[in-house]
Nanobody
């Protein structure tokens, strides 16, 4: 049974930082690309970042504020979020996919999400 469990969300003031983590089990973690998506109230889910074996992708809108990383020994993927803005408020989901290059449109597994709220 594949499980992706996000943690680290919460309430933070604008300009602050949060670090999200996603613990993965039930699959061969090192063979999957991992990514982060988010969904704000009333909006569609959008791509945030992805990391494959030799590639990293970010949404253009992030302007270098977020950093994705993974630990293949611990089966975890993280998202360090700095200089947070109220518009970053959303539910953040991690996802596993066969390719980081195509993760925006093709995901195999999803986590349940973690809420991030940025106050102004």
């Amino acid at each position: 049974q594949v499980q992706l469990v996000e943690s680290g969300g919460g309430l933070v003031q604008a300009g602050g930082s949060l670090r999200l983590s996603c613990a993965v089990s039930g699959l061969t973690f090192s063979t999957y690309a991992m990514g982060w998506f988010r969904q704000a109230p009333g909006k569609e889910r959008e791509f945030v970042a992805a990391m494959g074996w030799h590639s990293i992708y970010y949404a253009d809108s992030l302007q270098g504020r977020f950093t994705i990383s993974r630990d293949n020994a611990k089966n975890t993927v993280s998202l360090q979020m700095n200089s947070l803005k109220p518009e970053d408020t959303a539910i953040y989901y991690c996802a596993a996919a066969e390719s980081a290059a195509t993760i925006k449109t093709s995901q195999k597994y999803w986590g349940q999400g973690t809420q991030v709220t940025v106050s102004s």
